[in-house]
């Protein structure tokens, strides 16, 4: 690692490790409420005893947003074939994606436990709802901005529908894919504890979401801390992944890394 | 025996009325009268008529915007237009784009061979590829065999132009549509090039248009030049008498001067 990139990673830790210093400190000067704001110790203390649950809690809301990233990603595709190929489809329906995407996922989420009830389906879905927009409006970007003269090129080579769809259009819509699965992948975790927050009250379906609602009504504040921290680092992972993922693949498929 | 080549474009749709003629045999490759195509709302060519005898290699010149480029995507078929006749005698057209226009997800082979599968798959068969041929092909235009499994980022702007030129040859044509092929080289590397392509259109005696705004390298390059006019249609037709092999001494003979004028001449007179 070269200098520069030491003092990247270096400084933000260092200034992790300030800010909870400072914290703990001013817990103990000002004695601040428990309830307001525990102290690092504190929340570590509890985290700890509730470990177990913690754990399986993080692992439930991971689950729900893979299961929801990965229904986005299939169902997304398919949106966007239809919208490439069927222009009057692209026409009518896509607007729709693009404004839905401004409607508040809060809003959405009694409408989907009314139809899909409470528990871990309503969420699976509220998280493909939340994530399935990026990956539309992207791959139907990359199926439709073609190169035009490699467009004319396979014209002139007569090529068929599928040789147009299999070898020019899928092939271009790749990059723009895993721009559309990196944003999503953030927004599954959002989706997922939304979701659980809501309605993933059954005894197998309670993740981080509910948690934090329980927390909240229990007054275990330090819960509440640990599962917004464990949320963040599993939005973290999430994300993390989906780029490496994305990475390995342009790169193994040599495509250009900036495209896209 | 003739073959319109007539493909449906994804660009404005045209009223068209190509009418074939069952005209008698003759050695022209195109034949076209009163050739109309409009884009949108403007007409880009106007009533221009054409005849294009086979293995002669063919400049076509203009100021920019004349049409010199849906010129040549209209005989490759490639733009829809109305003709009063329109009859072309080839079957395997190649196209170089003045860019390299490959595909990054691909090696240079399989950018190379990508012709030979759409040929193949249009046919209904399997596509038969020949790595003999294609080891030929990537040769003859200056490539490597070790080239073949790299990819386009990793060459340079104008290796990418020979990659393109391979591909372009692989299906061996009859008949080479280029516009303004490497116009983004640097000019040592582009009359290298110019005369490579020369060389092998030459032997293979391959009918060639030619889109150009450079005239020294047209007249270098042709047996004929047409000059067009903003009104998009053509002014001069200019045979140019050289001997068939050019080599790079010929830029300094007093013919190629005077051609050059002449050619640039009316070059001006159609600016006007």
Known sequence: MSRNEIRQFLLPVLFLIFVLLVWQLADYVFEIKRIILPSPLEIAEESWKKLDDLMKATFVTGLAALSGFAISICLGVTLALLFSISKLAKQSIYPYMILLQTVPIVAIAPLVIIWFGGGLSSVVVIVTVISIFPVVTNVTTGLTTVDVGLTELMHLYQASRSDLLFKLKLPNAVPYLLTGARISSGLTIVGAVVGEYMAGHDIDSRGLGYFIFMSNQNFQVEVLYASILLSTLLGILMVGLTALVGKTILSRWAYPLHQG | ?272
Not at chain 2, 5 to 19: A, D, F, M, Q
Not at chain 2, 45 to 64: E, F
Not at chain 2, 242 to 259: F, N
């Open chain 2, 1 to 272: 025996m003739y073959n319109v080549v007539y493909y449906k474009s994804r660009w404005p749709e045209i009223s068209s009325s190509h009418t074939v003629q069952s005209a008698k045999l003759v050695k022209n490759i195109i034949e076209l009268s009163s050739l109309n195509v409009t884009l949108g709302q403007s007409d880009i060519l106007r009533d221009l008529s054409l005849q294009i005898p086979a293995a002669q290699w063919c400049s076509i010149v203009g100021p920019s915007g004349c049409g010199k480029s849906t010129l040549l995507r209209a005989l490759a078929g490639l733009i829809e237009g109305t003709a009063e006749k329109f009859v072309t005698d080839f079957k395997t057209p190649a196209f170089v784009f003045q860019d390299p226009t490959l595909m990054p997800w691909r090696t240079v082979r399989d950018n190379v061979v990508l012709p030979l599968e759409l040929k193949g798959s249009s046919d209904g068969r399997r596509p038969r590829i020949d790595m003999l041929s294609i080891q030929e092909t990537i040769e003859c235009v200056g490539l490597n065999s070790d080239d073949l499994i790299k990819f386009p980022r990793q060459l340079s702007g104008g290796m990418r132009m020979r990659v393109s030129m391979a591909r372009a040859l692989v299906t061996q044509p009859d008949i080479l549509f280029m516009d303004e092929p490497f116009a983004a080289l640097d000019e040592l590397l582009r009359q290298q090039l110019n005369q490579l392509i020369h060389e092998i259109c030459r032997t293979q005696r391959l009918t060639t248009l030619f889109v150009t705004h450079n005239v020294s390298e047209a007249v270098y390059l042709s047996d004929r030049i047409l000059v067009m006019n903003l009104e998009g249609t053509i002014v001069s037709d200019l045979e140019i008498s050289l001997p068939p092999q050019r080599t790079p001494d010929l830029r300094g003979s007093a013919l190629y001067i005077s051609q050059v004028n002449e050619v640039t001449q009316r070059l001006q007179e159609a600016m006007q």
